[in-house]
């Protein structure tokens, strides 16, 4: 659906996006990540065809960004970020004149509007001025702009940029169900939500691709430490003994205790879960036990070692 | 073509709804009335040649109101879209430069021209209430509308241009002003460098709308000014869609 190769982009004495290639295929929906003006929001300008490239190309659907600018425009969404609206106009008069332009006519224009409307719970406030909207619902009405004839492709980026966090939701369930649909790309800071719904994450700093994987891949490779923490009702000394008699562990660390619970970290020998055998061995102390559980590395970390200086 | 369509009734629909277009048509139809109505009075104290039509377009209080309106007309065509990022939003939709480049400037065409109707209902008024005439011959009457026309079409050009350089409407709306003084301006260059050759002076009529505005007020119509300005407006229009573009020229 996407493929860029050796894509530049150079403003007056500073590179933005600095020789970067991918590929998104039809259905995924990719998360692209980075750190403020990592050049996400210029790559989207590029793929949109609002921007040119210094260098390098860039097709969607086989189209070429620069040469037949308008097939690509025909087959994208974009909803750019801080979602600029016309203000004077009302919801569902600009989603209708966003449908025609778009090359819907009559009928099916007005048919698309509704759809969109219905898609982003736009329908109660279909005749309020779009300057009187709340945050949460301009970014809706740039959502059904985006989808709105039903592109192939959605470039959305920071869709929820600025919302709460009930809105958030509400936002990332519409994307996962648009993902069923269509091929998205959005950028985003909030990592969660690419851990929900992206089928693969393309990490960007300082206009370069630092990463490109699934979210579990991106995690899994960070090897996390595996280290365990336990509460059992024991007596700590005795606790610790026990523990490290396991063949798998390599220390055990009484962190702190409160009333009679010890809460102990566990570092296995090699990257083992080893929880198992912790429940069992409570089980067979007769510990009463009321926390066990295995540290993950989060798609934040990976981030953050990734990008991190 | 359709698309032209639809931006050209969204840029009316946005005109006609905003309080600025009523503003100006209200504002500008009173002082043409004062004007109007100041001259009248004039005219039936002192004796002059001259009719009705051909003394209002040669007023300098005319002209002066008149190249406030283009600064006014024009600021917001482009400029706001820069600001508001809605620039962004347009052109990634399948619309070309030149459709929405187009459609603003025709959109703002039309608004010119229901701003001057009123000026001609002054004069039809005029002569059902007195019984006398406005212009000697008819002609000096389509001359007018004509004249009015070209030069605005020109106008609005400039300011289309001036518009589509920056993010500040103010900043668009003082080179509109200064592009469009400065251009009526070139035809006076009679009374301020007589010393002129004479080759040049004759080229300066070419382009001087004093010139042409006298000419066209007497009925006599000529097809080198309608030439002049419909052509420079068109220039106008492709510079302004080359700036539009520039943003998507490979560096
Ligand atoms: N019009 C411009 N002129 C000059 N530099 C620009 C322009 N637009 C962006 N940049 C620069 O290009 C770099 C990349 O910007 P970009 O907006 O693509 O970042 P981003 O990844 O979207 O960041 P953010 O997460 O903050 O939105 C930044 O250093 C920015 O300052
Ligand atoms: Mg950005």
Redesign the interface.
Known sequence: MISVRNLTK?YAGHTAVDDISFEVDRGEIVGFLGPNGAGKSTTM?IL???????RGTASVGGFDV?KD??EV??R?G?M?E?V??????RVKEYLH??A????LRGRSARHATGEAMDTCSLQEVRRKMIGTLSKGYRQRVGLA?ALVNKPDLLILDEPTNGLDPNQIRQVRELIKRLGERHTILISTHILSEVEMTATRVIIIDKGQIKASDTPQNLIRRLHSSGTVHLEVKAAPGQVIEKIESLADVKTAIHISSAQDWASIDIHPCSNVDIREQLFALSREQNWPLRELYRDTASLEDAFVNITGS | MRQFFILLRKELRSFFLSPLAYVIIALFTFLNGWLFSSIVTAMRLRVNQHSLVYNLFDSGWFWMGYFFLFPLLTMRLFAEEKKMGTLETLFTAPVRSAQVVMAKYFATAILYIVIMLPIFAFFFLFQDITGELAAFQSGSFYGAAAILMLVGLFNIAIGCFASSLTSNQLIAAMITFVGVVLHYFLGFIHFFGAKLPTELLDKVTYFSTVEHRRLFTEGLVDTRPIVYYLSSAIVMLFLTHQILERRRWKA
């Open positions: 150079r300008r949109t065809c609002f921007l040119s490239a210094t620069f600018s308008i425009r025909k994208i974009y750019p801080n600029p609206l016309y203000d004077d106009m004149f966003r025609q332009l778009k090359g702009d």
